[in-house]
């Protein structure tokens, strides 16, 4: 199974050869628990294990390989982040996305090599979504053939990088670029921030952290102003847009082409997010099957709490999910991958596809996975509050991502222009235009779905539904957008008064995706008794779902209320079968207990005495009596006694 979440037999093989050699490395174990420090001593502890992982990398893992970096990564550094998360996340993706052949044998290998540590720096304290107005400008000096960085006021402040605040030393900074007082709109370039020697802020750079947040705080987000700071013409990231000497503009291939850095991100995070839903439900599933509390038969001695059928009705689901995601997720990078290659020689013809399918993943995936390490938590009871279980860790870590790389409403809605566009070529006719992931769009479906009637179709009923509920929910917001036009209503008004209709439709056509992404891969697995696994968590995740976005499918009798009937029954059933796999189904993924951090999800299970171990290191345990009870409360019972 560990073959099938990550890929490879080789790929599972070599986590847990990587983790054994972490095991034997207790240099870059954490020092005592992170619970339990401050905000600065994680940053040190993390930067220590930092360096000398950035000596020993080569020992444990091949560091030209992502997924062994990510591995290492979460192992070593954790979620929490690190000093130089964004440098291998966006940085070097920019770089190499954006950054000229020239420009890159100057700059990657420094990066690479860590000489030097950069981030991304677009979002600004006044915007973030709306890029086309962002205020920081770099206008060209055409009599020195240079850009001037400017922060015309507060709100143009950059506000959120991550490792912005401290770590970094330079940036990639996207800024509205100005020549000839023509504005091109926001462009990426290459900026030194801190001197190389000193680490101090270059003369003309105002910067610092931003100050703690709700989780991922080992990460210094950071602010940055610039004072008329200049930087070279060839600091433009020029692959795709260039600026000559004398001013003159070559646009890149594609608008948005320098949005490549996001996009980035918003492929490969959904694999993380699965691995961060993953990460709770384990603990929450193996300490369900620890918990004893209270008799199902009453001549019957406690259960594990693992036996209610609620506490599985509250984990199941998102284990099916935790797969479909990674599922979906391993086919998106693929995808991601693909577009890069082609876009890297000047063919754009897929970015409108990748951009609609990945802003649509980003955001249902990790409002999934918010909801279901949210469940995870209170599925351990009170011990779920405490940070021993590490998963309130794991939900502020994993919500991060309902915001950055474009808030989520936002997202959806930009996937809903590529729907609504999709919508209109049906409607003129015109389907055989319609990409492979929309062209269930311009398909007849049948009046009603026969999921109870064809038990053994292989899921085809199942996606022929999801398939029916997304082509209605898309033609009817794409109808009532354009009936608003029709009606004299400006486009842009009209796109507003549907845009809860309009992000429906994009909810139901990445569900639809995730489902077939799980269904392709279920389809693809010769092992029979993995795929006899799989198949049932693949039963439980479509009628689970189903039931979830029903109403879409009784509101024209597509379904019918018995066939509801029969849905939740396989709901109910399918609990119950995977009962006896749902521990080795989330051990599968094989997190080991330095990675996971929790006392609650022991591999072991010994955890009452363990968290009693952990309370008494509690930093407040040091002493009988705290100083806040000498000065304060004492005083305050003494005088009371009075
Ligand atoms: C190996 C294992 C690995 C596991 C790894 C796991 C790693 C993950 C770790 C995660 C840690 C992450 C740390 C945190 C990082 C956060 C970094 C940030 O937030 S950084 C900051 C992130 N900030 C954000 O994300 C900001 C969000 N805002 C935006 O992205 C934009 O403003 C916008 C897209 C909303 C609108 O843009 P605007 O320019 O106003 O455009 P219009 O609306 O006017 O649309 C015009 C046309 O353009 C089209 N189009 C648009 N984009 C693209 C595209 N990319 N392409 C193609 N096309 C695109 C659009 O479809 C439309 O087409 P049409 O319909 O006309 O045909
Ligand atoms: C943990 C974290 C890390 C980050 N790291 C980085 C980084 O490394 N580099 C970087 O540059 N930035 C970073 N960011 C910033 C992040 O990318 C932005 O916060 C994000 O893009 C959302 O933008 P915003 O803050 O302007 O939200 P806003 O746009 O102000 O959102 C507020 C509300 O307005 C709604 N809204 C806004 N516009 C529209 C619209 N057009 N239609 C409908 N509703 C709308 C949203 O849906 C939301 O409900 C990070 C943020 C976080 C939380």
Redesign the pocket.
């Known amino acids: 199974m560990a073959a099938q979440i990550w890929g490879s037999e080789k790929r599972a093989r070599r986590r847990r050869e990587i983790s054994a050699k972490i095991a034997q490395m207790p240099e870059l174990h954490d020092s005592k628990p992170l619970p339990f420090m401050t905000r600065e001593e994680k940053i040190m502890e993390s930067a220590r294990k930092l360096t000398i992982l950035t000596e020993k990398m080569g020992q444990i893992i091949d560091p030209t390989d ?2 062994e970096l ?1 591995h290492l990564n979460n192992e070593v550094l954790g979620l929490e982040g690190n000093p130089m ?2 440098h291998g ?2 940085f070097i993706p920019a770089l190499s996305a954006q950054a000229s052949d020239e420009q890159q044998a100057k700059w990657l290998p420094r990066a690479l090599r860590r000489e030097i540590i950069g981030t ?1 720096a ?2 600004e304290l006044g915007h ?5 107005n962002l205020e920081t400008t770099a206008t060209y000096d055409l009599a020195t053939q240079e850009f001037v960085l400017h922060t015309p006021q507060i709100t143009a402040l950059k506000w ?3 490792n912005l605040g401290k770590s970094s030393n330079y940036a990639v900074v996207v800024a509205h670029m100005i020549i000839k007082a023509k504005n091109y709109g926001p462009h990426p370039f290459m900026v030194q921030l801190r001197d190389e020697k000193t680490h101090e802020p270059l003369p003309g750079i105002t910067i610092g952290d931003i100050g703690p947040k709700m989780a991922y705080n080992i990460v210094d987000n950071g602010f940055l102003g610039f004072n008329k700071y200049r930087i070279p013409r060839t600091n433009l990231l020029m692959r795709h847009t260039k600026v000559e000497a004398d001013g003159t503009y070559i646009k890149p291939p ?3 082409i320098n ?2 850095a ?2 980035h ?1 918003r492929a ?2 959904l ?2 997010q699965a691995i961060m839903l993953a990460s709770a439900l384990n603990i929450a599933t193996r300490y369900s099957s620890v918990r004893r509390q209270g008799q199902i038969d009453k001549s019957q001695p406690e259960v594990k709490v693992l036996e209610y059928q609620t506490q599985q009705h509250r984990l199941f689901p998102s284990i099916a999910r935790a797969y479909a995601f990674q599922f979906a997720g391993a086919e998106t ?1 693929k995808l991601y991958e693909h577009v890069l290659k082609e876009m890297k020689s000047g063919n754009v013809s897929l ?2 596809d ?3 399918l990945t802003s649509g993943l980003k955001s249902v995936v990790t409002y999934q996975t918010g909801e279901g390490i949210e469940q995870a938590r209170m599925a351990c009871g009170g011990h779920g509050y405490s940070m021993a279980s590490y998963i309130s860790e794991i939900y502020g870590v994993a919500i ?2 309902c915001t ?4 989520n409403m ?2 959806l809605l ?1 996937l809903a ?2 729907l609504v ?1 999709s919508a209109a070529l049906v409607k003129s006719g015109q389907s055989s235009k319609l990409g492979p992931l929309v062209a269930y769009l311009g398909v007849k479906s049948e009046p009603t779905s026969l999921i109870d009637r064809i038990p053994n179709s292989g899921f085809t009923e199942y996606v022929k539904t999801f398939q029916h509920v997304s082509k209605r929910q898309t033609l009817k917001a794409a109808d009532m957008f354009f009936g608003l036009m029709e009606k004299g209503e400006k486009r842009e008004i009209a796109w507003n008064k549907c845009s809860v209709e309009l992000n429906r439709a994009s909810r139901l056509h990445t569900r639809l995706f995730i489902v077939e992404a799980f269904v392709r891969r279920v389809n693809e697995i010769a092992d029979i008794r993995i795929k006899e696994a799989l198949t049932d968590l693949l039963h439980l995740h479509v009628n689970y779902e189903l039931l979830d976005i029903a109403s879409y499918a009784l509101e024209d009798g597509f379904l019918s209320a018995s066939q509801l009937d029969y849905i939740r029954d396989q709901v109910y059933l399918y609990l119950g079968k995977i009962r006896p796999n749902a521990v080795s189904l989330l051990d599968s993924w094989e997190f080991s207990d330095i990675e996971l951090r929790s006392v609650l999800g022991r591999r072991d299970g010994n955890v009452y005495e363990n968290l009693f171990k952990w309370a008494k290191s509690s930093p407040l345990n040091k002493t009988d009596v705290l100083s806040s009870v000498t000065q304060y409360l004492k005083p305050m019972m003494e005088k009371a006694r009075l």
Not at 128 to 132: A, E, P, R, S
Request: aromatic fraction near 14%.
């Open positions: 992502p997924a990510y998360a964004l996340v966006m991304y677009q979002t973030g979504t709306n890029l086309q959120w990088p991550g594609h608008a948005k949005y490549s996001m996009v991100v490969y995070m694999t993380g990078v970015m409108a990748l951009h609609a991060g991502g950055y790389e474009g808030e936002v997202m930009q222009r590529y566009k």
